[in-house]
């Protein structure tokens, strides 16, 4: 797993994360890596994630993107992330507070709970879905209704 | 006005807003739902369940499109659509899916090339077995 190749932000450009556990918005320099929640003090996660080959663990938690490519394989007992972008496979269950896009080629097996979903012809899903305000609730910044 | 019109000729069956109706439907071509429907639908045409309709029903159809309040299993040989209005409780199974944002889910799904092919076969429903007429007393 390595992080996408982009631009080298500048050093004082912000971004908005939410965070995982509590939910709430929060400013972060767009270099930061991980840092700790200013309300909760949990750390966390923010670099992105690109995975182009295979990849088995017990979670995997960032506030970024997730991608996985077409070469990647992921196995996972839970990903919990800002944004999941899927091309390859994918077994496990997701929690994303935004968009999840499953792009052609993608398979997914697994529980997914997001805010939207985005399901490009081509792709392969099963499990059990919750989309919307039934999962995660935009209007409260994406947190996880329990 | 005029789209209004191409809309409603697009359907060849309307269920009004102020219609209910309890049992199974089939149809070939198209058949829109403003009302309230409970049962089963079983069709080669196409369904759409308009913003204001309310569909309670196990569904097979060639596609479906749901705008509204839609629950039940739900079937789609060609595809499913889910609009930005829609709220659908239940299972589905399609080779493509369409969840436009805003739209609100909540069942099991499966998505793929095959899966509407793989589904064991619902048994047909039974046509009301005919009364025998009354023998004229010899």
Known sequence: MKPPAKSSPRADEQITIVCLYCGRPQQVGSRAMSLPCRFCSKNLRVEDYLITGYEARRVMETCGTVTIEPTGNVVVSRITCGRLILRGRLKGNVVCRGPVVIEAGGDLRGDVTAASISIVPGARLEGRYQIGADGIDDSTGGRVRN | ?138
């Open chain 2, 1 to 138: 006005m005029a789209e209004a019109n191409t809309q409603q000729q697009d359907y060849a069956t309307i269920i009004g807003p102020d219609v209910r109706i309890k049992g199974s439907m089939s149809f070939e071509k198209a058949v829109k739902i403003q009302g309230q429907f409970q049962g089963d639908i079983n069709t080669s045409g196409r369904l759409l369940v308009a913003r204001e309709g309310k569909l309670e029903a196990d569904v097979e159809a060639s596609v479906i499109v749901v705008e509204g309040d839609a629950k039940g299993a739900l079937v789609a040989t060609d595809r499913l659509e889910l609009k930005p209005t829609a709220h659908l409780e239940g299972d589905v199974r399609t080779p493509r899916l369409m969840i436009e944002t805003g739209a609100i889910f909540s069942g099991h799904v499966s998505v793929g090339p095959d899966v509407a092919k793989d589904r064991t076969p619902r048994p047909a429903a039974k046509p009301a077995a005919a009364k025998p007429e009354p023998q004229p007393a010899r």
